[in-house]
């Protein structure tokens, strides 16, 4: 059963930096592409940034997020990181992880197939 538990949510001034950290069980990790989305209140849920395995070298990020955010993937930890600097208030939302069956990135919620719970990013002004 695939497990993915996300961390390192918080409440932070604008400017500040936060790292969110996802860890990843039940499947073999390296292996398939792992991604970020939020969810803003009254918003859909977007993709911020993804990362594929480590065969594909494949990064996306969000024009939104890009020069602010950066991805990246721990195999010997399981887990994926998203270090998110020069937060702006726009940035508040619930963070996800999710993984894709598919073996590249994808673009749209509907495309993976497992989720975290999510964790909180508040960024005051």
């Known amino acids: 059963q695939v497990q993915l538990v996300e961390s390192g949510g918080g409440l932070v001034q604008a400017g500040a930096s936060l790292r969110l950290s996802c860890a990843a069980s039940?499947?073999?990790?390296?292996?398939?592409?792992m991604a970020w989305f939020r969810q803003a209140p009254g918003k859909e849920r977007e993709l911020v940034a993804g990362?594929?395995?480590?065969?594909?070298?494949?990064?996306y990020y969000a024009d939104v997020v890009k020069g602010r955010v950066t991805i990246s993937r721990d195999y010997a930890q399981n887990t994926v990181y998203l270090q998110m600097n020069s937060l702006k208030p726009e940035d508040t939302a619930v963070y996800y992880c999710?993984?894709?069956?598919?073996?590249?990135?994808?673009?749209?919620?509907?495309?993976?197939?497992?989720w975290g719970q999510g964790t909180q990013v508040t960024v005051s002004s």
């Open positions: 990362i594929t395995s480590s065969g594909g070298g494949e990064i």
């Open positions: 999710a993984t894709t069956n598919y073996v590249s990135i994808r673009y749209k919620v509907e495309e993976y197939d497992y």
């Open positions: 039940g499947r073999t990790f390296r292996w398939w592409p």
